[in-house]
């Protein structure tokens, strides 16, 4: 529990010590021209105290205080089991929450809003609730200018609180959530896998067909079916036969060619030998014999012209005939040639050439991608209908057990009520009503719409709550007490005096035990701060400067 709140920039008193059940943080009226028991840090305090059970509001809204007192920063005490920790926050910086060794809060290490909260949550023994600790005091922490103050509308907490989830908030402090946890999950992982699929088919992502568009696709499944079967059946019965086919009459085709290539070569060396002996096949000229005169003078010059005759004869003959088989060498050079042009010319075409594998291997593949396509915007739409039907199971499931269990708390919470509406001492005690369902929920008097009268409601409620669930703290701001009869404050004092074991905090303008003993001793040794406009929070009052 909170035991003590220290300011350096408080006024007189700068200790603040708390303690179980009831603690007053009193205004007096009338003491100063200044507005006596109003505007003098009432509000303020409790939004401190709301600050040291981990709140954000005080930080959120002291921008006057700021201004005119300057920055400051709020310890505070929290004692359990008989050991005491201690904290210290800044007042502009809510998600830095210091923890400190000892009362004099000398910082040791920094914890985040979030570790202080589950330390809390721990400290007080409320894990099962499935609940922050801000989840569970927020709302009860009724402070001025916060939005929980509708009186007709006691669970509303924020702005973005939904009715649901408000009630679902009841149910988890009530304890009454395990029961229904795993429905609770399904459904919101439901509806949260519903939007999410809506949100993709708006922006295109996927595409969730109607249900005329899945007749469609179930019609054009069915035919890519059959052809997808008719061309495996194709692929089995030719593509291994063709396959080996094609292979054998390829590797014929290339070994033709090696013969026809190897015989171009042949033909080329022979052409070539037949070139070089035409070359070699010289004739002696008329110089020649000239020259050998020189050396011989008695040679038969034409003796040697008669054998030399001879030999160009014989030259003539043996050209001939190389030039014949030339001729014959170059017709078969052309004749292989074309050969080998035509061999290549085949083995090309029989390279390049789809056969009705490739054909039906293509369009298999084509039509197989256009059946994943279709699979999967069915299979969206079987999950589509299927989620339907489950989300629809799961509802009436929670539903029907929400039902029981709002039922439950309606009932118990309405009884309390009536007990403590019963002990108000005041013309106008008929108890307020709560109508619970699994949706939605109202509250209060019919045919009453008195702010008084409200407002008693509103506390009549939290008080119920108080009694019957683990809630360990409760704060109520003075401007619900304003226009309350005197007598219904008396009774509400006496209430919250019976609160032994968890802490209330409030805030008074008046004092209210002048002429009344009982609540004289309430007040004697429940206040725990008195201010006045002589004596506020902050020690001084910047509405006079």
């Not at 009186?151 to 402090?173: C, E, F, G, W």
């Not at 012209?305 to 005939?321: A, C, D």
């Not at 949706?439 to 709550?465: H, M, S, W």
Request: overall charge negative; aromatic content about 8%; glycine content about 6%.
């Amino acid at each position: 529990m909170l035991t003590e709140i220290y300011c350096a920039a408080f006024g007189e008193t700068k200790r603040i010590p708390f303690s179980n059940g009831l603690n007053v943080i009193q205004g007096h009226a009338g003491d100063s021209e200044s507005g006596g028991g109003n505007s003098i840090g009432k509000t303020s305090m409790l939004k401190i105290i709301d600050y040291a059970f981990g709140g954000k509001y005080y930080a959120d809204s002291n921008d006057d205080i700021i201004r005119h007192v300057g920055e400051h920063d709020v310890c505070f005490t929290h004692t359990f089991n008989g050991t005491s920790y201690y904290f210290c926050r800044n007042a502009s910086k809510p998600g830095a929450i210091l923890w400190c060794k000892d009362s004099k809060y000398t910082p040791q290490r920094e914890i985040s809003e979030k570790e202080f909260g589950e330390w809390l949550v721990e400290q007080y023994g409320l894990q099962d609730l499935r609940l922050t600790f801000r989840g569970i005091i927020g709302l009860y922490s009724r402070i001025w200018n916060k939005p929980n103050k509708e009186v007709s509308r006691p669970l509303y907490k924020h702005n973005a609180q939904t009715v649901r989830d408000s009630i679902m908030s009841l149910v988890k402090l009530f304890g009454k959530y395990d029961s229904i946890q795993e429905l609770s999950e399904h459904d919101e992982y439901l509806r949260n896998r519903s939007r999410a699929l809506a949100k993709a088919n708006t922006y295109h992502l996927v595409a969730l067909p109607t249900k005329d568009e899945a007749k469609k696709i179930e019609i054009e499944l069915a035919e890519i079916s059959e052809t997808i079967s008719r061309l495996k059946a194709i692929i089995a019965i030719t593509g291994v036969e063709n396959a080996d086919h094609l292979s054998s009459q390829k590797d014929e085709l290339l070994e033709s060619r090696m013969d026809l290539l190897a015989q171009q070569d042949r033909i080329n060396r022979a052409l070539h030998r037949c070139a070089r002996q035409i070359q070699r096949i010289t004739p002696v000229n008329e110089t020649t014999f000239s020259q050998l005169l020189e050396f011989f003078p008695e040679v038969n010059i034409q003796r040697i012209k008669e054998v030399q005759g001879f030999h160009t004869s014989l030259r003539n003959v043996l050209i001939n005939e190389l030039n014949n088989e030339i001729d014959q060498l170059q017709q078969q050079l052309a004749a292989v040639t074309m050969a080998i042009s035509s061999n290549d010319a085949k083995i090309q075409k029989l390279t390049g050439l789809p056969t009705q594998t490739a054909e039906a291997m293509e369009q298999l593949i084509q039509l197989t991608k256009r059946q994943e396509q279709l699979q999967f915007q069915q299979a969206l739409y079987n999950d589509k209908i299927a989620e339907a039907a489950q989300s629809s199971e799961t509802k009436r499931q929670l539903t029907q057990l929400l039902g029981e269990i709002t039922v439950q708390i309606e009932k118990s919470i309405n009884e309390k009520i009536g007990e403590y509406s019963s002990s108000i001492m005041t013309s106008n005690n008929k108890a307020p009503k709560l109508h619970l369902s699994y949706k939605d929920y109202e509250y209060g008097v019919e045919d009453n719409t008195g702010t008084g009268k409200a407002y008693t409601d509103l506390l009549l409620f939290d008080l119920a709550i108080l009694s019957l669930s683990k809630l360990p703290v409760l704060i109520h701001d003075s401007f619900l007490f304003n226009n309350i009869d005197v007598m219904t404050k008396l009774s509400f004092l006496r209430l919250y005096s019976q609160f032994k074991d968890k802490q209330i905090f409030i805030s008074l303008d008046e004092y209210l035990g002048t002429e009344n003993t009982e609540i004289d001793k309430i007040l004697f040794t429940s206040t725990r701060l008195f201010l006045s406009g002589n004596r506020p929070l902050f020690g001084k009052d910047w509405r006079t400067e």
